[in-house]
């Protein structure tokens, strides 16, 4: 756990809302590196995370994974997707999550550092014509609970922040997810803006601060969706 | 201890803080510069913390309440923004607890005192600083659920039922008030050691919940009231929040992994 200014964050993703929290968290003054490849192995995560930690001097305090396989963000009919569709898309978006946790855990182990995983709400919600992106989502939170119970007296937290889900499918077929996610009226509605909305709660999670805050969900969606 | 958390100069009323978990809020919002509005039942009690306050250099109004008094909740609203300009935040902590009672011996004294203290009278309190948080564009509710409640955990029927409507009432609302720039939130701590038995042999179901909730934790131990439940408090009374609204967050070191 650090204070912001000098903090050492990777940020994983290629999408706006991983440019928009790396962008938030400069502002909060976190030396940040974008990963934002594709990757095939888990060799290909090791030497990126390995990469990134010399980019910013030689630790790293949080990671912040948003990555997925581009397929997930496209709207198709469960009953149509074939094997190798999900094989590629959600086995595969899956996979990278737990190898980014695995080879951030030395790291973040010895920083008493944070993993943070960003989430959309059709996770914990459902999205029709979004199953293997609300599997992923799901599948993720778990992977975020394990990491946190085995991580627990390391000090190192690992915690998942579930987001509107305009973020991955853009704002037609989030605006229409978030009418099906919620039966009432949402607190403030929209997606929420990455770097000054989202960014200071994924920060707030590197903080000594949030040091009793382990494999929690923390959702940010303005409000709409409120299961727990 | 760093924090990055910003709460300087803001007014926070804290209802139930001269003991337990409001006290522990209580002193790491004092640290973090706010100023305070505390209440107690107890005068003795609340001379106490007022006079610690005064140590610290915190600037607040110490006041006796009544948790079910609503006309009080209204006039302690009204003495709060008279004293400080304004109201910040509030955090509705106060509640009656009471021991460990099978369900089939609980009376309707039993549900009475704890739905008047519990979801009650945090929504006095709630609708009485809504007035000034409007008109303000901003403020910060943080409402007290139970990690008991949510595993109903035996013995303790009246207080998770209350507890239970709290977490209701605060998703109402944060939908109703974030229109107006108020974020409505829940926090479901662990933090017991002043409601443990001393010795275990005095009160074995209890000691039994308390001894299986901690072993359950990934962070296995109790939470201080002041270093582990006050800063995820003050998280949700700051700006880092603004977009969180309607949501629990659980302070119980991972014991409960919901949803």
Known sequence: MTTRAGRRVVVTGDTALAEGVAAGLRELGALVVLLDAAYETEDDVRAAMEAAGDALGGGIDQVVHSWVEPALLDAQVFAELSEETWAIACEHTLEVAWWTARQASPALRETQGSLVFLVPTIGMAGGAGYAMLAAVAEGVRVLAKGCGRQWGTTGATCNTVAVAPHHWTGDAAGAELTRNITLSVPAFGGQGDAASDLAPLVALLADDDAHFLTAATMVADGGTWMGL | ?259
Request: glycine share 12%.
């Open chain 2, 1 to 259: 201890m760093g924090n990055d958390i910003d709460l300087d100069g803001h007014v926070i009323i804290v209802t139930g803080a001269s003991k337990g978990i409001g006290l522990g809020i209580a002193r790491h919002l004092a640290d973090l510069g706010a100023r305070l509005v505390v209440t107690a039942r107890k005068p003795e009690a609340l001379e106490a913390l007022s006079a610690e306050l005064d140590g610290r250099g915190t600037p607040h109004l110490a006041r006796q309440l009544n948790t079910t008094d609503r006309e009080g909740a209204v006039a302690l609203a009204a003495d709060t923004a008279a004293a400080f300009g304004r109201i910040d935040g509030l955090v509705a902590n106060a509640q009656t607890f009471l021991s460990v009672t099978p369900l089939e011996e609980i009376t309707e004294r039993n549900m009475d005192l704890l739905l008047d203290t519990g979801p009650k009278g945090t929504l006095w309190g709630m609708q009485s600083v809504l007035p000034y948080m409007r008109e303000q564009g901003r403020g910060r509710i943080v409402t007290m659920g139970s990690n008991a409640a949510i595993n109903g955990a035996a013995g303790y029927g009246p207080y998770v039922s209350s507890k239970e409507a709290i977490r209701g009432i605060t998703r109402v609302a944060a939908r109703e008030w974030g229109p107006y720039g108020v974020t409505v939130n829940c926090v479901c701590p662990v933090s017991v050691a002043h409601r443990a038995p001393a010795n275990p042999e005095d009160d074995p179901v209890r000691a039994a919940v308390f001894a299986e909730t901690f072993k359950s934790q990934p962070i296995a131990r109790d939470g201080d009231a002041a270093n582990d439940i006050g800063p995820i408090v003050a998280f949700l009374l700051s700006d880092a929040s603004q977009y969180m609204t309607g949501q629990t967050l659980m302070a119980d070191g991972g014991a409960i992994m919901r949803p």
